[in-house]
């Protein structure tokens, strides 16, 4: 089964930077578009950045020109590198892996890594 494991979150100061990085078993016979998304204390979960699998990519408007979302050749493994990180990034970051295998589509979420954006 897929299962997605993030890492790589933290704390940091206004104006720091995170990678987070967010690895799962694949089957290789099958598509996945892979997304991030983030929700923070009282709010909904919300969309921060996807990319597909043919490699098209969104960005959610309050995390462009800061966060850039790619993924290794082998497209196994996705990373978000955060730029610029201010207090309103600070959130609970999940990966969210969207399979279609023929057809058959299922999404699978990671646990979560927590980004804590402070002074």
């Known amino acids: 089964q897929v299962q997605p494991v993030e890492s790589g979150g933290g704390s940091v100061q206004p104006g720091g930077s995170l990678n987070l990085s967010c690895v799962a078993s694949?089957?290789?016979?099958?598509?996945?578009?892979r997304s991030w998304y983030r929700q923070a204390p009282g709010k909904e979960r919300e969309f921060v950045s996807s990319i597909d699998s043919d490699g098209r990519i969104r960005y959610a408007d309050s995390v462009k020109g800061r966060f850039t979302i790619s993924q290794d050749n082998a497209k196994i493994a996705v990373y978000l590198q955060m730029n610029s990180l201010q207090s309103e990034d600070t959130a609970m970051y999940y990966c969210?892996?969207?399979?279609?295998?023929?057809?058959?589509?299922?999404?699978?979420w990671g646990q979560g890594t927590q980004v804590t954006v402070s002074s």
């Open positions: 969210k892996f969207e399979e279609d295998c023929d057809a058959l589509l299922e999404n699978y």
């Open positions: 694949v089957y290789q016979y099958c598509n996945y578009d």
